[in-house]
């Protein structure tokens, strides 16, 4: 059986993370048009590259390649009313009772335990597809796909801290694994 290799990198920051505001469908912070394809010799051979479909992502996976696919299954969470909204000018018990019950959408939204069986399938589908994906998506897809292959309770879903521009690498061979690689 063939290895798949999948390079999750979080979008680059954008204006409402620096505000601590849920996202919505904003551009990013750096001039992407001028950094185009500043990444696209970053992996040996050509990989696959998807993203998901917002603006953020998009601009993010034109630094990797011009050739990105979109994949719904790494769309954000669906933050349904709190989209563009401040964090700290929320509903306190809201907010408690959304980072403390997986299966609550107190925004209208699409709640943790959806999302992260969402990303779970897509990765339960990707164990067939040998070959190197690089996936340009959202702190919270990354968070999911790492409670798949960790095999995490949903309780340390907040306890993952994904970075701007970060890569968190898995593979898979018979079960999936997590890679830490050094770029030095």
Avoid at 78 to 86: R, T
Wanted: hydrophobic share 40%; proline share 5%; glycine share 6%.
């Amino acid at each position: 059986m063939q290895t798949t290799r999948l390079t999750l990198i979080c979008h680059a920051a954008t204006p409402l993370q620096k505000q601590g505001r849920f996202p919505d469908d904003e551009s990013v912070v750096m001039d992407w048009q001028s950094a185009a394809l500043s990444h696209a010799g970053r992996f040996k051979k050509n990989p696959r590259l998807v993203c998901a479909p917002e603006a953020r992502t998009r601009q993010t996976a034109g630094l990797f390649g011009d050739n990105a696919q979109i994949e719904q299954a790494l769309r954000d969470a669906d933050f349904g009313h709190w989209k563009g909204q401040a964090i700290s000018q929320l509903d306190a018990d809201q907010l408690t009772a959304w980072m403390t019950d997986s299966t609550g959408a107190p925004h209208g939204g699409e709640s943790v335990e959806q999302l992260c069986a969402r990303v779970g399938q897509w990765m339960k589908a990707l164990e067939t597809q040998p070959g190197h994906i690089v996936a340009i998506t959202h702190p919270f897809v990354i968070r999911a796909a790492m409670l798949y292959v960790l095999q995490f309770p949903m309780s340390m879903f907040y306890r993952i801290d994904v970075e701007p521009l970060s890569a968190t690498e898995l593979r898979f061979n018979n079960v999936w694994r997590l890679r830490l690689e050094t770029h030095a």
